[in-house]
């Protein structure tokens, strides 16, 4: 990919692996081709202990510092359960570069990729 169309990733957890391919987004899928790459991460059981609670059913927050994005789709996947299909999108909205049409400052980080991923599933 050449320096001009390059864009960081967002992590992303989902309940379904279909929502983009492991890994980088790929030139098909919609989050690339309106050049805001999603970045598809596991939901990896291991870290589960970092949200145990002595005084309640679950931590809201992790006292590690790792796995944070990882974490925080856990922490849902416990409350959202009247669906088959949610997401995460892990992001810290902020631009650190100027590109065309996206000056360096606050940035709505994935709003095109998942207004796209809407687009594709329910027209």
């Known amino acids: 990919m ?16 279909g929502t983009c391919s492991p890994g980088q987004s790929t030139p098909n899928t919609p989050p690339a081709q309106v050049r805001d ?3 598809q991460m596991p939901l990896w059981a291991g870290y589960e202990d970092d949200i145990a609670s002595k005084v309640a ?3 809201n927050v992790s006292a590690s510092t790792f796995a944070g994005a990882i974490i925080g789709a856990l922490f849902l996947q416990r409350f959202v359960t ?12 902020w631009n ?3 590109r065309p049409g996206r000056p360096v400052g606050a940035e709505p980080q994935a709003v095109r990729a998942l207004f796209a ?5 329910y027209g």
């Open 2 to 17: 050449s320096k001009a169309r390059q864009s960081s990733s967002k992590p992303l957890q989902t309940s379904t692996s």
């Open 37 to 39: 790459p999603l970045w």
């Open 57 to 59: 059913d679950v931590n």
């Open 82 to 93: 009247l669906t088959t299909d949610w997401m995460h999108v892990d992001l810290f909205a």
């Open 96 to 98: 650190p570069r100027e």
């Open 117 to 121: 991923l809407l687009t594709e599933r």
